[in-house]
């Protein structure tokens, strides 16, 4: 697979489909590289299962190589709430968040705050909608030691300033980053960052237990592997009859060994994706975007993302009214169109492969939805 075209080509959903925010439904080639990984788990042959155990650093390798860093600052996790927990975790003194991140942020928080008592919460106060460069620097103080924030945020799809955000925080405090709404769809300066935990079972179609972080080197120095197991330890063998130190590289924030499945399912799916290219995959999502932007309008129904296009990615927040949430989600369920309503929004997220069908169903949808309100 070399170009957009065949890439699109490759989404098999049914017409309707407009979740990628929640769910990417497993590409044909993860799903054909998963079955021919499990035959050879299944085979008794030792080959086969140091094959498919290669395919953990032929992921990490993808990855590394997407985003422009060293394979050996990138491990696989079964989440990306295990990517940023282990940062989280390692943190001593004030964390910068907002409230209304994903809980995927705010329950590490909180809980290391609570189990150690060296994490001091400091949330972005009520004012800031939108995790920015201002809403940080009202936020922080000589005391804050991290920033975690998503780079797209999940209700909104509000696209996050990370060049901003660094250069408000300086050098000496960290920056860690919930990439699950943006990697793969996102061309992304993530050396801004410190920690980039991102999961392949939304935009990279990869299915769950796909996670993956990378630890930058300030991270490393920073940061105490609290949480680190059995494969964080210095070496390359298992630490029978000694307690070595901590791995030098990412490995020490890592428990066990990964999922080789997963693996083997994330490595096709980042594969995939630097096949065609995040920028040429970008302009799709964002034109796309923009029809569904141009459907909610000319229907009037509120459109919550912003407007500018380097601020969002692949979600269009609408607000129909809190009143008319559930009208506008029944209007598009009943429609046969797939999305998500939470928080008193409803999100609609396109890919590369949403057709036009799809976006016509939208369109369908939202006018009966109107039609109903106004009748």
Same mark, same amino acid.
């Given at each position: 697979?070399t170009?957009?075209?065949?890439?699109?080509?490759?989404?098999?959903?049914?017409?309707g489909?407009?979740?990628?925010?929640a769910?990417g439904p497993?590409?044909?080639?993860?799903?054909?590289?998963?079955?021919?990984d499990?035959e050879?788990?299944?085979s008794?042959?030792?080959?086969?299962?140091q094959?498919?155990?290669?395919?953990?650093?032929?992921?990490?390798?993808?990855?590394a190589d997407?985003? /422009?860093?060293?394979? %050996?600052?990138?491990?696989?996790? @079964?989440?990306? #709430?295990?990517? &940023? *927990?282990? +940062?989280?975790?390692?943190?001593? /003194?004030?964390v910068? %968040?907002?409230?209304?991140?994903? @809980?995927?942020? #705010?329950?590490p &928080? *909180?809980? +290391?705050?609570?189990a150690?008592?060296r994490?001091?919460?400091?949330?972005?106060?009520?004012?800031?909608?939108?995790?920015?460069?201002? *809403?940080? +620097?009202?936020?922080?103080?000589?005391?804050?030691?991290?920033?975690?924030?998503?780079?797209?945020d999940?209700?909104?799809?509000y696209? *996050?300033?990370?060049?901003?955000?660094?250069?408000?925080?300086?050098?000496?405090?960290?920056?860690i980053v919930?990439?699950?709404q943006?990697?793969?769809?996102?061309?992304?300066d993530?050396?801004a960052?410190?920690?980039?935990?991102?999961?392949?079972?939304?935009?990279?179609?990869?299915?769950r237990?796909?996670?993956?972080a990378?630890?930058?080197r300030?991270?490393r120095?920073?940061?105490?592997?609290?949480?680190?197991?059995t494969?964080?330890?210095?070496?390359d063998?298992?630490?029978?009859d000694?307690?070595?130190?901590?791995?030098?590289?990412?490995?020490?924030?890592?428990?066990?060994?990964?999922?080789?499945?997963?693996?083997?399912r994330?490595?096709?799916?980042?594969?995939?994706v630097a096949?065609v290219?995040?920028?040429?995959?970008?302009?799709?999502?964002?034109?796309?975007?923009?029809r569904?932007?141009?459907?909610?309008?000319?229907?009037?129904i509120?459109?919550?993302?912003?407007?500018e296009?380097?601020?969002?990615?692949?979600?269009?927040?609408?607000d129909?009214?809190?009143?008319?949430?559930g009208?506008?989600?029944?209007?598009?369920?009943?429609?046969g169109?797939?999305?998500?309503?939470r928080?008193?929004?409803?999100?609609?997220?396109?890919?590369?492969?949403?057709?036009?069908?799809?976006?016509?169903?939208l369109?369908?949808?939202?006018?009966?939805?109107v039609?109903?309100?106004v009748?």
């Amino acid at each position: 697979m070399t170009t957009l075209e065949d890439l699109s080509a490759s989404f098999t959903v049914e017409p309707g489909y407009l979740d990628w925010a929640a769910f990417g439904p497993l590409s044909p080639t993860v799903r054909e590289e998963a079955g021919a990984d499990l035959e050879l788990l299944g085979s008794g042959r030792a080959s086969g299962h140091q094959f498919v155990a290669g395919r953990a650093a032929e992921a990490c390798g993808t990855i590394a190589d997407l985003m /422009g860093v060293e394979a %050996a600052e990138v491990v696989l996790q @079964p989440s990306t #709430t295990h990517g &940023i *927990a282990q +940062a989280v975790y390692g943190v001593t /003194g004030g964390v910068v %968040a907002s409230p209304r991140e994903f @809980p995927a942020v #705010t329950v590490p &928080i *909180a809980r +290391a705050a609570a189990a150690l008592g060296r994490v001091v919460p400091q949330w972005i106060g009520p004012e800031h909608r939108f995790v920015t460069a201002d *809403a940080v +620097a009202d936020t922080i103080d000589e005391s804050t030691s991290a920033v975690v924030l998503s780079l797209v945020d999940f209700r909104t799809g509000y696209r *996050a300033d990370l060049a901003a955000i660094r250069e408000v925080i300086g050098d000496d405090r960290l920056l860690i980053v919930d990439a699950t709404q943006a990697f793969g769809v996102v061309e992304a300066d993530w050396s801004a960052a410190d920690v980039v935990a991102g999961h392949g079972y939304k935009w990279l179609r990869a299915g769950r237990g796909t996670g993956f972080a990378w630890y930058g080197r300030r991270a490393r120095v920073a940061l105490d592997p609290v949480l680190s197991g059995t494969t964080g330890a210095e070496g390359d063998d298992l630490p029978f009859d000694a307690l070595p130190a901590p791995a030098p590289d990412a490995r020490a924030f890592t428990v066990s060994r990964p999922d080789y499945l997963a693996a083997a399912r994330l490595a096709s799916a980042v594969a995939e994706v630097a096949a065609v290219g995040v920028t040429h995959i970008e302009a799709a999502v964002a034109e796309r975007v923009g029809r569904v932007i141009e459907i909610a309008d000319a229907h009037g129904i509120e459109v919550v993302t912003p407007r500018e296009p380097e601020r969002r990615a692949g979600i269009v927040a609408l607000d129909p009214g809190a009143a008319q949430v559930g009208a506008l989600g029944a209007a598009l369920a009943n429609g046969g169109v797939t999305v998500t309503t939470r928080s008193g929004l409803v999100r609609v997220s396109p890919h590369v492969g949403t057709d036009d069908e799809t976006l016509r169903m939208l369109d369908d949808a939202c006018a009966v939805f109107v039609q109903t309100r106004v009748g």
